[in-house]
Nanobody
């Protein structure tokens, strides 16, 4: 199973960050797995952002509710992250994973996102 993140490396403050995770070697359609986004900010540990549940719907970590949405496109075998109203504190390496929270068995290589003031 391979996961590959893609998106802009630089975003301005107050804009919306959009990232895509392309999955190969596994199908999102009818998947028995959860699929998640996590990030790691400079000097900090990994932080869970949100998950698309295999049972349907999504779950978003409390600090990000109201500005984070996660969705999937099974026709493209991709899932996406949209984080609104970004600030420099959202600067991090963003990863997509197969799993829930910080429990995962596969993870993409990550994509660096820098938010300019």
């Amino acid at each position: 199973v391979l996961l590959q993140e893609s998106g802009p490396g630089l975003v301005k403050s107050s804009q919306t960050l959009s990232l895509t995770c392309t999955v190969s070697g596994a199908s999102l359609l009818g998947s028995d797995y959860d699929w998640s986004w996590i990030r790691q900010s400079p000097g900090k540990g990994q932080k869970w952002l949100g998950t698309i549940l295999h049972t349907g719907g999504s779950r978003i970590d409390t600090p990000f509710r109201g500005r984070l949405t996660i969705s999937k496109d099974t026709s493209k075998n991709q899932f996406t992250l949209h984080l609104a109203s970004v600030t420099p504190e959202d600067t991090a390496i963003y990863y997509c994973t197969r799993g829930f929270g910080l429990q995962y068995d596969y993870r993409g290589q990550g994509t660096q996102v820098t938010v300019s003031a």
